[in-house]
């Protein structure tokens, strides 16, 4: 499956981006898909994911309450809705995707920034 994020941009704190991140491929139903980040000089990190059903969904704390993660199986796209935005969530925004019975993630988009400011 092939993964293209999109929808960073610039916002200031307490602002709200959502990003997209869209699959290829006719699988997209069978797969895990999260949204990873990574800030300057910091490892990637996890932000969120959501089961094949879209009926299941894990966040960071750090991003509990703020972010929402969703699938549209229709569109073959998953969304990450970012409200409330503080300068710390400023990082690159991966989307990934894994089979279920995976124990990593397979397959990874290119990166979309997200920068907030204070």
């Known amino acids: 499956v092939q993964l293209q994020a999109s929808g960073g941009g610039l916002v200031v704190a307490g602002g709200s981006l959502r990003l997209s991140c869209a699959a290829s491929?006719?699988?997209?139903?069978?797969?895990?898909m999260g949204w990873f980040r990574q800030a300057p000089g910091k490892e990637r990190e996890f932000v969120a994911s959501?089961?094949?059903?879209?009926?299941?969904?894990y966040y960071a704390d750090s991003v509990k309450g703020r972010f929402t993660i969703s699938r549209d199986t229709v569109k073959n796209t998953v969304y990450l809705q970012m409200n409330s935005l503080k300068p710390e969530d400023t990082a690159v925004y991966y989307c990934?995707?894994?089979?279920?019975?995976?124990?990593?993630?397979?397959?990874w988009g290119q990166g979309t920034q997200v920068t907030v400011s204070s």
């Open positions: 491929g006719r699988t997209f139903s069978s797969y895990v």
């Open positions: 990934g995707a894994r089979w279920a019975t995976s124990t990593s993630y397979d397959y």
């Open positions: 959501i089961v094949p059903s879209g009926g299941i969904t």
